[in-house]
């Protein structure tokens, strides 16, 4: 697989294990104007490290992952990308609600939605994506084994995406995150909900 830089930042790779720092206050995420009166609300930014390769046709692709959760919605993330108003990422987070939780966004035509998914133990997950035709699934798993699908969507993609892992601190001062066993295999899945 070659990779390539959207937004470089720190990396170093030692066999199976890559680890990139975010850089502080990054983050991918379109805001449509919405505020709100107390609490924090995501800016519209799209300059967090973004470590991608370029993805023909199905795909299967999953990396385990893990950081510090030192910052509200600090991350280790997975994300494929159209381009900058189509793009989507399922991420291992620090939530506002202060749990650790299997998040995925997913933007079209330039505005994000977030879904808060399943509260995580511990620091470590394993993220995986699917593409079948024009729709994706993101799936999460606690033991690398057995994976639960967390989003189900449709990007308007054409043949070749970008698709990779992005590191991204929206509030915080940034820091290591790290992933592990990265794969991705060109073939399609019988089951998309499942990812398998």
């Known amino acids: 697989m070659e990779f390539q830089w959207m937004n470089?930042?720190?990396?170093?790779?030692?066999?199976?294990?890559?680890?990139?720092?975010?850089t502080p206050q990054s983050d991918f995420f379109c805001n449509s104007g919405?505020?709100?009166?107390e609490g924090i609300t995501p800016e519209s930014l799209s300059?967090?490290?973004?470590?991608?390769?370029?993805?023909?046709?199905?795909?299967?692709?999953?990396?385990?992952?893990?950081h510090e959760f030192r910052d509200t919605y600090d991350s280790a993330s997975v994300m494929v990308m159209v381009d900058l108003r189509n793009w989507a990422k399922?991420?291992?987070?620090?939530?506002?609600?202060?749990?650790?939780?299997?998040?995925?966004?997913?933007t079209k035509g330039g505005e994000s939605?977030?879904?808060?998914?399943?509260?995580?133990?511990?620091?470590?997950?394993?993220?995986?994506v699917c593409r079948v035709d024009n729709t994706f699934s993101f799936?999460?798993?606690?033991?690398?084994?057995?994976?639960?699908?967390?989003?189900f969507f449709s990007l308007p993609a054409e043949k070749t995406v970008r698709v990779g892992l992005l590191a991204q601190a929206p509030?915080?001062?940034g820091g290591l995150r790290v992933y592990e066993d990265l794969s991705l295999e060109n073939r399609?899945?019988?089951?998309?909900?499942?990812?398998?």
């Not at 470089?8 to 975010?22: F, L, M, T, V, Y």
């Not at 939530?95 to 995925?104: E, K, L, N, P």
């Not at 399609?188 to 398998?196: A, C, D, K, P, S």
């Open 8 to 22: 470089q930042s720190e990396i170093s790779i030692d066999g199976n294990r890559i680890a990139i720092k975010a």
């Open 34 to 37: 919405s505020v709100s009166e």
């Open 47 to 66: 300059n967090a490290p973004y470590y991608y390769t370029m993805a023909e046709g199905d795909f299967v692709m999953q990396v385990k992952v893990s």
């Open 90 to 106: 399922a991420c291992f987070e620090m939530t506002d609600f202060g749990t650790h939780a299997a998040v995925s966004v997913v």
């Open 113 to 128: 939605d977030d879904a808060n998914g399943c509260n995580l133990e511990g620091n470590t997950a394993w993220l995986r």
């Open 139 to 151: 799936h999460y798993s606690t033991d690398g084994e057995h994976f639960y699908m967390m989003r």
């Open 171 to 173: 509030v915080g001062d």
């Open 188 to 196: 399609t899945v019988r089951n998309i909900r499942f990812g398998e």
